[in-house]
């Protein structure tokens, strides 16, 4: 690690923001997501795997049982987070022209809670009203 | 921004193209492709829950030529997503930083998301023309 010590307040050092002025918190926010998702996602693929091809109603049975409500609503949520994080950097890199950049990052933000919230309710609907 | 007279560095269409930078661009266009899918992901529990006339035609189209198209894309596309995801969480620890561990990881990478997304799409293949 470089020594960058003698050139930090002590202010500085302890409020550890750096000159983003937010610090880590959007790299640790995107490596949790990153880790709750493995077991989450190796979960729903096996899972999805041993259901492929089920009618409706067994689909509804699946989906609606407390574990795998609770692990799907888990999945969702933490999906949506991970992938509007993820977003966010890409159109930072890539997208230069202001207004475009901006609404870029607005739409997709939305659409990621937007989405994230319709695959909550859709779970917890066939859980409470089957 | 002013325009640049001064010389610049080459940009990426000089360099032969590499393990490392493939993989890293590939890890971004899958998390993008992933973050796609997922409205296919929305969409067929959103069917589920509104019932079978729904749910049906969530099933017609994922069961379709294009829908088992883009399945099969999202497969390899979620493996190497995962796996090279993993890669970067070892980085982040602060190991396996240096160029022959860069290789030795991005390859692993490569074969282990083939293997993965393979396995899953003949397991999901079977169950479907069983089920």
Redesign the interface.
Known sequence: MMNGSEMRSPLGRAIGLGSAKEGVEHWWRQ?MT??AL?PL??WF?IAL??H??????A??AW?GSPIPAIL?ILM?GV??YH?AL??QV?VEDYVHREWCKLTLLIATRFA?FF?GV??I???L??AFLR | MPPVARPLSPHLQIYKPQLTSTLSISHRATGIALSVGTLALVWWVLAAAIGPGAYAQAQAFLGSWLGILLLIGWAFSLFFHLCNGIRHLVWDTGHGLDLPSTYASGWTVVVGSVVLALVAIIAGLAQWSNG
């Open positions: 490596r990153a880790v493995v996602v190796l693929v795997i041993a492929l091809g089920v009618d409706q109603r689909a509804v989906l799907m969702i999906a949506f992938a993820g977003i890409v990621c989405l319709v695959g309710f859709a779970i609907r066939m």
